[in-house]
């Protein structure tokens, strides 16, 4: 493993396997006891710096900390000396200063973790960074394929939404590659970026021809404020091309799964009927996120597993 | 006050000896001599016109935190330069007669370099009513280049009425091209790389369009028109069109567009940060091609100078712009001289000659020869040395080139006779 994780690409295909691999052996070590709690990071610090909203990651990575039994602080934008101007690079510092071993960021520029890396000795974990990527969540995607479906070679996963402003999508795209599935981005033109056809992975406009196909459809949050920059007519319109309903989900294969990072726009690119199907993992990988956290601050700070 | 310098080699030619008396060129020739004249050796250096910039931010006034009309000359000087102009988007603006007077004066004190202002085309910069173009022409600045630079004049008619009000200044509209509407937010070249890091992307085409309405705009109301830091391979087409077509318009590119590419993006580090940004292999290599063939008339270094705390931020809050003036001549070398596509005369037209011309310049761009103001540069073309951030003049520390060995060395500039830079240092 490298000292810091800012991208899905940091991770090669045995070090991914090791954090799938880890997580399982926490689910197990922990199913079934009362005091969900190992002792593994015990006087370690680990600083969340979040200076975007997203209570569901924070609290995940906060469970994932303290049940490794590490010190946790939670620094937030809001409230703190960052309201008032104070640098990325001074925050870091004065963190380093008060003895952080890993600094979890999740932050509305692309590249913040990149060069928080530079200022602190520590490990840095990118918690999601501005349109560029969350690989955490990829991870707990895979984590959650692959307890599904007992595999990840040669899955073939639909990622249908907003691409061009998805850090779940481009994580994911890179992860799942090195994984060995095979990911098609299903988007309207507008949506996927000037230079999508260098990443590793098929595109279609056309979510019809690819659900039949598909083991997995991973929907990506499409944000009210596209709504209103001309990448698409209407919601109604997005979601008739690009949602997924229940006549959609009826072509998918008998075993495919429906997957979404969260928070949901029901009835926008989700149904409800589909988000509360048996298919439905959405609730699943939020569970599965605290595992998979726990094995990425295990693995990067407290050495191999045992 | 004479100089004689002994044993240079004029435009990298057969070596002579260049005789300097009161500021002008009196003789070139083989073993001359002058009685009390300061003798500067130079055997194996190569003499060329002191350079001209066409495009410098000295920030002053406004941000003299980042750089001075001073600090800035004493940069140009130990680049090769003898006159940069200084780009109009200081604080205060630099659109009224007062503004350009002041930087002008500026320069003069400082007496490294002839501190030309460039004045704003609209007032404040905001793109909606022209400044007073003719009271800065008429200034004791003597304004003769025109721009909005950091901002496109992006209305077309504005941009239309602006060209042909300085025909009768003698003047021309420096145009960084920009279309708004399509790069509202961007970050970097748009393309395979931004689509990976996640950088909103700078399209090629927010360039392209603004050229071609341009150029169809010169040559229909039949005015002088100059683009700014050209910096694709469709801009250097439509430049080669409108030129093959008769249109009067002149192009210049940064050096950092002749080395770097996007690539440098990686790793998120905002020193890299340039509007316009960084493009690809392909667009290096036509802007090259473009220089060479004379489609791109000049070589303009964009050096803008950030305070740290302006670049040591995420990307995204970094300022865009680099420094350029101490390291230009070096770059030209390495991309074009070093590859066999330039000779020093084509340095010299593309670094002095050209760009004297586009600005209208009196005395700057001359050719080295017996009646010329003394303004030349000496280099030592087979130095190289690696760029120190913290060894430049400038001050500010956002070169690009930081760690990267680069062949040439400014040895010597002369500013109407006088040294300016002697021994690589400068002189005050």
């Known amino acids: 493993m490298k000292r810091h994780l800012l991208e899905a690409a940091d991770l090669d295909r045995a070090d991914a396997t090791l954090v799938l691999d880890t997580a399982a052996q926490i689910d197990q070590a922990l199913a079934g006891r009362e005091v969900k709690k190992l002792p593994t990071l015990r006087g370690r610090t680990v600083v969340n710096l979040f200076y975007e909203d997203s209570t569901r990651t924070r609290i995940s990575f906060e469970l994932a900390a303290k049940r490794l039994s590490a010190d946790v602080i939670n620094f937030s934008a809001k409230g703190s000396s960052v309201s008032k101007g104070e640098s990325l690079k001074d925050t870091a510092l004065t963190l380093e200063a008060m003895g952080s071993d890993a600094i979890v960021v999740r932050h509305s520029a692309s590249g913040a973790p990149h060069r928080l890396a530079n200022w602190v000795r520590g490990s840095v974990v990118n918690a999601g960074d501005g349109t560029h990527e969350h690989p955490t969540q990829a991870l707990l995607d895979a984590y959650t394929i692959r307890r599904r479906l007992g595999r990840l070679e040669g899955v073939r996963v639909a990622v249908v939404g907003d691409v061009l402003h998805s850090r779940v999508a481009r994580s994911n795209v890179r992860l799942l590659h090195t994984l060995g599935a095979e990911v098609t981005l299903v988007a309207p033109p507008t949506l996927l970026p000037v230079g999508v056809g260098s990443w590793p992975a098929e595109v279609s406009y056309d979510l019809d021809a690819v659900l039949p196909k598909a083991d997995v459809v991973m929907m990506l949050r499409v944000q009210a404020e596209r709504m209103n920059a001309s990448f698409f007519p209407s919601a109604r319109e997005y979601s008739r091309r690009y949602g997924l309903d229940g006549r959609r989900m009826g072509v998918l294969g008998d075993d495919a799964i429906v997957m979404h990072p969260g928070p949901m726009n029901r009835g926008m690119e989700i149904a409800a009927e589909v988000a509360d199907s048996p298919r439905s993992t959405i609730v699943e990988q939020v569970g599965n996120g605290v595992s998979v956290r726990m094995a990425v601050l295990y693995l990067l700070l407290g050495g191999a597993p045992s | ?428």
Request: glycine share 10%.
């Open chain 2, 1 to 428: 006050m004479n100089l004689l310098i002994k044993g240079a080699r004029p435009y990298g030619e057969d070596a002579a000896d260049i005789l300097v008396r009161d500021g002008r060129i009196a003789a070139v020739g083989e073993d001359l001599t002058a009685t009390g004249a300061e003798v500067v050796q130079a055997a194996g250096l190569v003499a060329l016109p002191g350079l001209v910039d066409l495009h410098t931010h000295l920030r002053e006034p406004g941000r003299e935190d980042a750089e001075t009309v001073e600090t800035g000359s004493r940069a140009a000087a130990l680049g090769g330069y003898t006159a940069v102009h200084a780009m109009a988007n200081t604080d205060p603006v630099a659109d009224t007669a007062g503004v350009v007077e002041q930087v002008w004066r500026l320069g003069q004190e400082a007496g490294l370099v002839d501190v030309v202002p460039v004045g704003a085309v609209t007032v404040g910069l905001a793109g909606e009513r022209l400044a007073e173009l003719g009271a800065m022409a008429d200034s004791a600045a003597r304004v003769r280049v025109f721009s909005d630079d950091g901002h496109c004049v992006a209305d077309p008619a504005l941009m239309r009425r602006a060209l042909e009000y300085v025909k009768a200044l003698g003047g021309v509209v420096a145009q960084h091209a920009e279309e708004p509407r399509l790069t509202a937010g961007a970050q970097m070249h748009e393309g395979d790389r931004s689509a990976r890091l996640g950088l909103t992307g700078w399209p090629a085409a927010a360039e392209e369009a603004i050229i071609a309405r341009d150029v169809l705009l010169a040559g229909h109301v039949g005015a002088r028109l100059h683009v700014c830091h050209v910096s694709t391979a469709g801009s250097v087409e439509l430049l080669r069109w409108a030129k093959s077509r008769g249109v009067q318009v002149t192009a210049e590119v940064t050096p950092h567009h002749l080395l770097l590419t996007d690539a440098c993006a990686e790793g998120y580090d905002p020193v890299f940060k340039v509007n316009p940004p960084l493009r690809t292999d392909a667009d290096v290599e036509a802007l090259r091609a473009g220089l060479a063939d004379g489609t791109i008339d000049a070589v303009a270094t964009d050096h803008a100078p950030h305070a740290v705390e302006d670049k040591e931020t995420e990307w995204a809050s970094a300022r865009p712009g680099m420094l350029g003036l101490e390291q230009a001549l070096s770059v030209v070398v390495a991309t074009m001289v070093e590859t066999g596509r330039l000779d020093w005369r084509g340095v010299a037209d593309r670094m002095s000659v050209r760009p004297a011309a586009i600005g209208r310049l009196d005395g700057h761009g001359r050719p080295l020869a017996p009646g010329e103001p003394a303004n030349l540069l000496l280099l030592d073309p087979a130095a190289r040395s690696v760029v120190d951030p913290a060894a430049l003049a400038s001050r500010s520390r956002n070169s690009p080139y930081a760690g990267r060995e680069l062949p040439g060395r400014v040895v010597a500039t002369f500013l109407r006779g006088a040294a300016t830079v002697l021994d690589g240092k400068a002189t005050k």
